[in-house]
DNA sequence: CGAAACGTTGAATGGTTTCAACAAGAGTGG
DNA sequence: CCACTCTTGTTGAAACCATTCAACGTTTCG
């Protein structure tokens, strides 16, 4: 299989561990059903427990949760490549909603056969297991930025782990990528308000550092943005995991860059 | 074994899962070494991987991340019954770093062990899974809360999530808990300068809703905070994993109150 | 064409931070 | 035992960052 004809999920996977022909067989067999969804739509709403999971393979995805003032959290995105959905599979809890940003395309990914690649493939389970925890660790990170960062250098971070996640799949590179969000959605995640949003996308603008217009971001001066983001993608560059299952040898994952 | 005899951690599992007599047998056979860490000096630090496991049973814990700058952010902490590091072990990454808020006590849980009890336990998996599960969810909750909550509702709803937490290792009441923190952690953890969290409890004090004084948490009026916080504990309250594992039944979950 | 969503900008308001000063208690070493 | 320092808590005033309100331009889409 060449590159250009694997799915972003197994792109992404393959990029971190070093999967086997078998391993590679055993992912492809476990796309289900195509299925789309039209932006703006709910996939899936807070509390409500579905028992489905997807892997992303085109268009992008925001998770959040709303409060009953009306006012909404972005928690995470998911662009190609990404699992949607995973833990309300396993634990049959989904506590916040999916809300499609553009007409995706997704592939069903039955908690049953996901139990059973797991216990022939415990490599693969611990892969999964990896990028769930990749995940989490950008949730983190996003509450440090929310936390202890200001508006600008919060923007400047989201920016840039966005291009880090999108060239890992071959979305974009350093010099910038395709963006499908409004600056609504950027100050539901950033806990902004809009207006502040604008406000700072101008000022990053005028100071030659990025430019987000048109649904596309321009990163100009990557290095400058990363100081003032304080920009360490260590957190989404891990080695794979390396977790030893039961006597086998660990996971050899690739040199990060 | 009465009530008074198990550990914090075994009733907080029980609280949710039914655990049969083989798995509790099997839990307290997981218990290692107990060791001791004293008050302010940080138990691993961000980056270094250690592979070790913990199980807190005495104290209070705090994991943060520390930026370049000096200013910190705590992710969340941890009290009697709660695992520490369990991620670290299973992937052997440790993203950010862990201090004792006071002397603790700790059980050593070996990733060996631990493995090896959910090879022949799944139930116990699933459930140890839930309670990591629990983890993250606060983590998301947390994240909504810096991120779209102002300052009085940030800290009401932190005092109760600790107050429903204490609660259910029996280590506090809906009138209050003994809480070792200081105003500096609450603004680390808050997202806000400690001089600011002095005046918000000042007026939650004065608005006769929570006192927060001399390492004591007296709430005063429950509904009305709960109320000010947007408080749902339905994120910390739910009925147990309800994961199937390859054929077997459910875990029943006992009833949320 | 009209409506609705998105983007843009100014001015006023306000929540939060910063700076500064001081009080109280704990721990330290002379 | 006392001075000393360090941490924690407390309060006021000024400065600042971000929000709100409001108005308007632009684009999209039915």
Redesign the pocket.
């Known amino acids: 299989m060449t590159p250009a004809e694997t799915s972003p999920f197994t792109r992404k996977l393959s990029a971190f561990v070093d999967l086997s022909e078998a391993e590679l067989a055993v992912l492809a067999r476990l796309h289900g059903r195509r299925r789309s969804f039209v932006a703006g739509r709910d996939m899936a709403h807070q509390g409500q427990s579905d028992h489905a999971a997807y892997i992303l393979s085109r268009g992008w995805v925001c998770s959040y949760k709303i409060q009953p003032d009306g006012t909404r959290q972005i928690v995470d995105f998911q662009v190609p490549g990404d699992f949607l959905g995973l833990r309300s599979v396993l634990l049959r809890t989904s506590d916040h909603s999916f809300e499609p940003i553009v007409d995706i395309e997704a592939v069903e990914v039955l908690a049953s056969d996901l139990l059973e690649a797991f216990a022939h493939t415990p490599r693969l389970a611990a892969a999964v297991l990896w990028a769930a925890s990749r995940d989490e660790a950008m949730v983190v990170e996003h509450l440090v930025s929310i936390g202890r960062r200001?508006?600008?250098a919060r923007m400047a971070h989201f920016l840039l782990e966005l291009s880090s996640r999108l060239a890992l799949v071959g979305m974009g590179s350093r010099e910038g990528y395709d963006c499908p969000l409004?600056?609504?959605h950027l100050a539901d995640t950033l806990?902004?308000?809009?207006?502040?949003v604008?406000?700072v996308?101008?000022q990053l603008r005028e100071s030659g550092l990025v430019t987000f217009?048109g649904g596309r971001v321009s990163i100009h001066d990557h290095d400058r943005l990363a100081e003032l983001a304080d920009f360490d993608p260590a957190y989404l560059d891990q080695t794979g995991p390396l977790l030893e299952w039961k006597g086998r040898p660990p996971l050899s994952g690739r040199q990060p860059r």
Not at 191 to 196: D, E, I, K, N, P
Request: aromatic share 0%; net charge positive.
């Open positions: 200001g508006a600008d409004t600056q609504n806990g902004l308000s809009a207006v502040h604008n406000r996308l101008r217009q």
